[in-house]
């Protein structure tokens, strides 16, 4: 969606994906480095500020500055500092050897975007640095628990494998799993998961 649409989505007192952080996540961010962690696409702030209280320095990136407006109203009503950028990815510079950790939940791109997003972020991490990732697989067009309309901007163990050829998977599964994340997330989902390090 556009930066218009996904101000339109969040420009409501509602949380729409609600204000606990993935599961996936909460399970695993012990494989995050204590250090600075960039959240990909982070919407409204609940993996951030999870993290944040977690003692991570968090930065969330997102397209939508309604979005992170909510991001930060929610940090301060848990007492702790993010920092947000709004901008698209397409143009977002992530550094080099800058990120502790990197942080895709939910993060759905055209095609040709998601892989130069992911040779920045492989460019990204510090040595030892981690990413991890949770995303529907094309599959999940077989369910209406969210998600794109298209396949394209799915992903799939395959696709992660070949995308970020340089890092080291831990954790890499595809499953079925309810997804309960406020009213946009909500079913039986098909969805991947990865923990990967930079060598």
Known sequence: ?????????????????????????????????????????????????????????????DISEVGLSKACKLASENNVQIKTICTDLEHFDLGVQQWDGIVSIFCHLPAA?????????????????????????????????????????????????????HLQFSILQELQREVIEGVKHSGLAAVVQAVAYAK
């Open 1 to 61: 969606m556009s930066k218009s649409m996904w101000d339109k989505e969040y420009d409501t007192e509602q949380y729409m994906y609600g204000k606990q952080p993935n599961d996936f996540l909460e399970a695993n961010y012990e494989q995050l480095p204590k250090g600075n962690i960039l959240m990909l696409a982070e919407g409204e702030g609940r993996n951030a500020i999870f993290l944040a209280k977690l003692g991570y320095q968090v930065t969330a990136v």
């Open 113 to 165: 975007l998601r892989q130069s997003l992911y040779q920045r972020v492989e460019l990204a991490l510090k040595p030892k640095g981690v990413m991890l990732i949770e995303g529907y697989t094309p599959e999940q067009l077989n369910y209406e628990s969210g998600g794109p309309p298209v396949a394209e901007m799915m992903i799939s163990k395959s696709i992660l494998v070949k995308e970020l050829p």
